[in-house]
């Protein structure tokens, strides 16, 4: 794949808790250049980034990176987002319901997000690194049940990131509509069209020009 075609997947991301204005504006000003297909930052900078730049397609997270706040929060947080400019929503799931065996609350959960969101993309991190087989793939069932646009493997706050095996789990166990981001530790432009070969439409990474402007 061409070096233009690979930033195309790429959510061009920023989420540590000290990142500066400056670095924001940077990397929405790379996401134009580049041609990415969003920038995902913190909720706090969705407005000032929509001002500064009307024409890019903004992201940001919800209930991040540990998901385990109330879903009312989560979902006032949605609005709020979707209300000072962003145009994608990646929520955090509540990792402890999961653990629970709670996942037709998991389902609603996702469902109320669905519903506060209609009109824009919804993507659901699930956190593979904490889950077993078991457990992701009844979180498949559930993103699909539940509307979403998209399963996410990870925060990239966590102890793991991606990996093939949980994105070729995730292709087998997902509905048709439902389409699939990976993110965290990937590092080279050959894992990026590796994961882009196994089914992903997205890639979330801070490191996209590192990589493919070597």
């Known amino acids: 794949m061409t070096n233009q075609e690979?930033?195309?997947y790429?959510?061009?991301?920023?989420?540590?808790?000290?990142?500066?204005?400056?670095?924001?504006e940077k990397l929405c000003k790379e996401a134009v250049e580049?041609?990415?297909?969003?920038?995902?930052?913190?909720?706090?900078?969705?407005?000032?980034?929509?001002?500064?730049?009307?024409?890019?397609?903004?992201?940001?997270?919800?209930?991040?990176?540990?998901?385990?706040?109330?879903t009312g929060a989560k979902v006032a947080e949605a609005k709020q987002a979707l209300a000072d400019g962003a145009n994608e929503i990646d929520m955090v799931i509540?990792?402890?319901?999961?653990?629970?065996g709670e996942f037709d609350a998991c389902t609603d959960e996702i469902r109320a997000?669905?519903?506060?969101?209609?009109?824009?993309?919804?993507?659901?991190?699930?956190?593979?690194?904490y889950l077993t087989e078991e457990e992701k793939i009844c979180m498949c069932k559930a993103v699909t049940e539940a509307g979403a646009d998209?399963?996410?493997?990870?925060?990239?706050?966590?102890?793991g990131g991606a990996t093939l095996a949980d994105v070729n789990l995730m292709r087998e166990h997902i509905g048709k509509n439902v389409k699939i981001k990976a993110s965290g530790g990937i590092?080279?432009?050959?894992?990026?069209?590796?994961?882009?070969?196994?089914?992903c439409s997205r890639i979330g990474t801070s490191g996209a020009i590192a990589m493919l402007k070597k």
């Open 6 to 8: 690979l930033f195309s």
């Open 10 to 24: 790429v959510d061009h991301t920023a989420l540590k808790a000290f990142t500066t204005w400056a670095e924001i």
């Open 34 to 70: 580049y041609g990415m297909a969003s920038v995902c930052i913190p909720s706090g900078y969705i407005k000032r980034a929509h001002e500064a730049f009307p024409e890019l397609n903004l992201c940001t997270v919800i209930g991040f990176p540990l998901g385990n706040c109330s």
């Open 94 to 100: 509540n990792i402890g319901m999961v653990k629970n």
């Open 113 to 129: 997000l669905r519903d506060a969101t209609q009109g824009h993309i919804l993507k659901v991190i699930i956190e593979t690194c």
């Open 150 to 159: 998209f399963i996410k493997t990870s925060t990239g706050f966590g102890t």
């Open 187 to 199: 590092r080279t432009k050959e894992e990026m069209e590796a994961y882009i070969a196994a089914g």
